[in-house]
């Protein structure tokens, strides 16, 4: 591309058009923080990098216990690899891809020129020229005047995608980590037909060979779970396990705590779940589900299950959540970090006193009679003060596996540089996470753990990830077919009829 900066901008090449178009790309700050390599990831192309976005960098590489604070450190070290001195700052460098990297400062704006075209469109479209973003805008418009078409703004910014085709630029979301758009069909199990004759020998041997493909389906990936139907419509779900095997579910008839009340699969998608949360040669779970679908109880009672079974593989449960996301700093709220995280992990604390319940009821019958009583009990017994613990009160029945730290339920922020061994890590809410979040939480799970990533990919509020570039969905697209990891879709509710209908209507 050569030189696009104020003071030597190239005019437009005149030659004989290349096979290929090579396209001009100007990147926003927030792809340079959402992926620091992402300079390497667009071939052959032009890449132009704003002087506005080295400012905004420059003030968020202080920040030195966050993820942002990182990558900014991270891309500058990369710029300064590609740009050792001030002449190729100037005149742009050839990349090993095969395109070119130039910082871009805008002439107009340095000449305080603002009748050309492209600027004229922008103080017309935009009140304030001065905002970073606009001034952003404004130097991807110089880059376009400047340069063969096209030029594309690259921003996670939805907001500046809108402006800047507004004011006559093309631009677009950071595409290389989004996954392919799949329907709800893809995402959930398959159905697979046999004769009954096949069925009664899988029921009886526990295993059945089906051969690797469905007519007019895309091949089966490892641990995909499947739902094995006969033509007398009787069904039995399974695991594909590689090699054209089907394998029957291995799941107890329930799952408790110690001294807990038992947990059932009440539907299907829930036994393909359960059966993966109880099966240690699966390290790595992904598991896509709305609100009231048991993620998080089922989750947790099959860990701590396991870690409470003398011959189990694991020795304690992790529990986090990215409510206060992956980087973000909470050491200005008051209080010790318990009672920091408290109000972020208080639903772990919720699935705990219903698998725990401090006094559940022994008959049915009398439930609602014996329940009344021990809340007028309580109330006739209350102290006046009561000192409340991390769990939300005194004297929880979970409380000491806590306390002892067989159950941790911590902040997500400080994850990076541990080594978790032997741990069941349960971690909600990832479709918050960006694919680079993922990465640094799952790279910290050692031998003998296993990690299980739970999430709603249509609830987020992240404003740089989507459904399709969300860590949760990556990582379910990058991991799939390997035997170490499974993928489950649990659609129907079940925390009560109201909750599923408010999860599909509202």
């Not at 739902?227 to 695991?239: F, G, Q, V």
Request: net charge neutral.
């Amino acid at each position: 591309m050569g030189t696009l900066t104020g003071a030597t901008a190239p005019k437009k090449s005149r030659g004989k058009k290349t096979k290929k178009a090579i396209k001009t790309f100007v990147l926003d700050t927030n792809v340079l923080l959402h992926d620091p390599h992402s300079i390497f990831k667009f071939q052959e192309h032009h890449l132009a990098i704003p002087v506005e976005v080295l400012e905004e960098l420059d003030a968020i590489k202080s920040e030195q216990s966050t993820e942002r604070g990182r990558n900014a450190r991270r891309v500058h070290r990369i710029l300064q690899e590609l740009l050792p001195d001030s002449h190729s700052l100037l005149e742009g460098v050839r990349l090993s891809t095969g395109g070119t990297l130039s910082v871009i400062i805008n002439r107009y704006f340095a000449e305080n020129n603002m009748s050309s075209p492209a600027m004229q469109r922008l103080t017309a479209v935009l009140n304030d020229p001065k905002k970073k973003d606009n001034r952003i805008i404004a130097c991807a418009l110089f880059v376009q005047e400047q340069s063969d078409p096209p030029t594309i703004l690259v921003t996670k910014d939805v907001n500046v995608q809108l402006k800047a085709r507004a004011v006559g630029l093309e631009s677009e979301d950071y595409l290389n980590d989004k996954v392919p758009e799949q329907s709800d069909e893809e995402d959930g199990y398959r159905e697979f037909p046999i004769s009954l004759y096949e069925l009664q020998r899988f029921c009886s041997e526990g295993n059945l060979e089906v051969g690797e493909t469905v007519e007019g389906q895309p091949d089966f990936v490892l641990n995909e779970y499947v739902l094995l139907r006969s033509d007398e419509d009787k069904t039995m779900p399974a695991r594909y396990v590689g090699n054209g095997v089907v394998r029957r579910l291995r799941i107890p008839d329930s799952v408790k705590a110690p001294g807990g009340i038992p947990i059932r699969a009440r539907n299907l998608e829930q036994q393909f779940f359960m059966d993966a949360l109880l099966d240690d040669s699966i390290s790595l779970i992904t598991c896509f589900g709305k609100a009231g679908t048991g993620k998080t109880l089922i989750s947790t009672v099959c860990a701590i299950s396991q870690v409470m079974d003398p011959s189990g593989p694991y020795d304690g449960v992790s529990i986090s959540r990215p409510v206060i996301a992956l980087g973000k700093d909470i050491g200005f709220l008051p209080g010790t970090l318990e009672e920091k995280m408290q109000p972020w992990l208080q639903p772990y604390y919720d699935a705990l006193e219903v698998l725990m319940p401090s006094k559940p009821p022994k008959d049915p019958q009398f439930a609602a009679k014996k329940v009344a009583k021990q809340k007028r009990r309580k109330l006739n017994d209350a102290p006046a003060f009561e000192p409340s613990s991390h769990s939300g009160g005194p004297g929880k029945p979970y409380d000491r596996l806590i306390n002892s730290g067989v159950v941790e339920i911590e902040a997500l922020c400080f994850i990076r540089g541990r080594s978790i061994a032997r741990r069941f890590f349960i971690l909600d809410e990832a479709q918050q996470l960006t694919p680079h979040e993922v990465k640094t939480v799952i790279t910290r799970i050692s031998e003998g753990s296993k990690i299980v990533l739970i999430g709603d990919p249509a609830q987020i509020d992240n404003p740089y990830v989507d459904s399709r570039s969300n860590g949760l969905v990556y990582c379910h697209n990058r991991m799939k077919n390997h035997a170490v990891s499974a993928h489950v879709k649990l659609s129907k509710g079940e925390r009560s009829e109201l909750a599923e209908l408010a999860a599909d209507l509202l």
